[in-house]
């Protein structure tokens, strides 16, 4: 059964990036997934100054919208980095908070796809054919998570 997720208050919404679950890194913390994926597109770009402005949003929908402007600019390799970047901000948020941990861990091997009708990069799209690289980083750390915890078990 492919398990669909979109909304924070729909089934499934702490998978979504908009769900409250802070993370730090690199000493700086960010309220959720979404204010620090939005920051990292600005990063030693020549509209950095954005990045106070995305850490500090009231919501992840204020940080994604400064984080669309399309008339600021983006860093030159967001393209290339964005996968990974999106990847240990996500495997970060599930190692920090063990309940949202557990949901993750509880879907098994069941398929993950972001269920959005805007968005066929991270998402499935409107016709569902998308490219869904939030389900599939999600399934990813999944499977990391479950390795890492067997190796806990195998040392202690
Ligand atoms: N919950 C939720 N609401 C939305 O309105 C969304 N667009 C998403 N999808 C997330 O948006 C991020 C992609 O942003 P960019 O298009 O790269 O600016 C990413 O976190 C998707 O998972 N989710």
């Given at each position: 059964m492919t398990i669909y997720f979109y909304k924070v208050?729909?089934?499934?919404?702490?998978?979504?990036?908009?769900?409250p679950h802070g993370i730090h890194i690199e000493g700086t913390y960010w309220p959720t997934v979404e204010h620090y994926y939005q920051a990292q597109?600005?990063?030693?770009?020549?509209?950095?100054?954005?990045i106070p402005l995305i850490h500090a949003a009231a919501t992840p929908e204020e940080a994604a919208s400064l984080g669309r402007c399309s008339t600021r600019q983006l860093r030159r390799d967001w393209n290339l980095v964005k996968t990974q970047i999106m990847r240990e901000a996500v495997l970060k948020k599930f190692l920090t908070h063990a309940d949202i941990r557990e949901v993750l861990l509880m879907t098994g091997n069941e398929i993950l796809v972001e269920n959005s009708p805007t968005d066929a990069f991270w998402g499935c799209g409107a016709n569902k054919a998308g490219q869904n690289h939030l389900g599939k980083t999600l399934m990813s750390v999944r499977e990391e998570i479950r390795n890492l915890l067997s190796l806990t078990v195998i040392y202690e």
């Open positions: 208050w729909q089934p499934y919404g702490c998978f979504s990036n908009f769900s597109k600005f990063v030693d770009s020549a509209d950095a100054a954005i």
